[in-house]
């Protein structure tokens, strides 16, 4: 197993997307170097004594971490936009590991689900996940009385797009931002705290930090420990979407533009307007997605 990306904060190596698609804090990919795991890399040590991973001397361009580094922000905008993975240069090594191993996948008879054009992430990975979470969609989507079928087939769009360089499960606090996207839903820290301000969702109204006027000050490292819970991500992501259909609700019924709701929820709240258009993000969930979630509900 060989390192295909490296997720870099503040300059620094943090985490790493191998080349079976197996996601990497620091830590674990210092154990797994010292196991024997990981090829073409070893461990050094700072000043200070603290370990991170190094290329091994002698080796080609391709098998230097730096040339294959990206940072965390740029990872962010790549999950909304596959073709940046497609396009640029940091990508390169990961572009070509990740298709031959998305090629092995195929020739084993695997689905592979297609993200802006591109064969991106099994099926298998999608529906075992997305299936865990089928209760907690239904009771979000009654509580919040939204569609559950859509609730699941925007869950979908966003563990398809994002599973793959999801290195938050062990963030660090320096990983922790407003714009971080957190959780099976991809909640943003900041459309967290927008949804409980507004009184739509709170994940511990005892606890004061998570208070309505408190919420504004509450350090996004804090309010992350609750928004990664899967209840509390998709509670959240259930009334982010109740929140956009009241926001438009003086302009245009959203309920009867599940293509809208789909476009919106990654995008933010939007501007309400008489003739809104989907994208082409917004059809693929409801045309192919949605009929996946229900597919799942059946199993």
Do not use: C
Not at 29 to 39: C, M, S
Not at 148 to 169: C, M, S, T
Not at 242 to 270: C, E, F, N
């Amino acid at each position: 197993m060989r390192i295909a990306l490296a997720i870099a904060l503040r300059g620094k190596n943090v985490a790493f997307v191998t080349d079976t698609l197996k996601k990497l804090s620091l830590k674990k990919a210092i154990v797994y170097t010292e196991k024997g795991r990981l090829e073409l890399v070893h461990i050094a040590r700072t000043k200070l004594g603290g370990k991170y991973l190094r290329s091994n001397p002698n080796g080609s361009a391709d098998d230097n971490l730096d040339a294959f580094s990206v940072s965390l922000p740029k990872l962010h905008r790549a999950k909304d936009d596959i073709g940046i993975v497609f396009g640029e240069e940091e990508f390169r090594l990961f572009r070509k590991l990740h298709r031959a191993y998305i090629r092995s996948l195929q020739e084993r008879g695997d689905v592979i689900m297609t993200v802006d054009g591109h064969l991106w992430t099994p099926r298998k990975w999608v529906v075992d996940e997305v299936s865990r979470h089928v209760d907690i969609v239904r009771k979000a989507a009654r509580e919040f009385q939204i569609d559950p079928n859509l609730l699941g087939a925007i869950i979908i769009d966003e563990y398809v797009r994002y599973n793959i360089f999801d290195v938050l499960g062990d963030a660090p606090g320096a990983f922790i931002g407003g714009d971080t996207s957190v959780g099976i839903a991809q909640v943003t820290l900041r459309t967290a705290k927008d949804v409980i301000r507004n009184g739509y969702y709170n994940p511990n109204p005892d606890d004061p930090k998570l208070s309505p006027v408190a919420i504004r000050r509450t350090p996004d490292a804090y309010l992350y420990r609750y928004v990664r819970e899967p209840k509390h991500n998709i509670y959240l992501a259930a009334g982010r979407i109740r929140q956009m259909i009241d926001h438009w609700s003086p302009v245009k019924d959203l309920r009867r533009s599940p293509d809208i709701i789909a476009t919106l929820y990654s995008k933010g709240l939007g501007e309400p307007k008489g003739n809104p258009q989907s994208s082409d993000r917004g059809t693929q969930i409801v045309d192919e997605f949605y009929p996946l979630f229900l597919d799942i509900l059946k199993q």
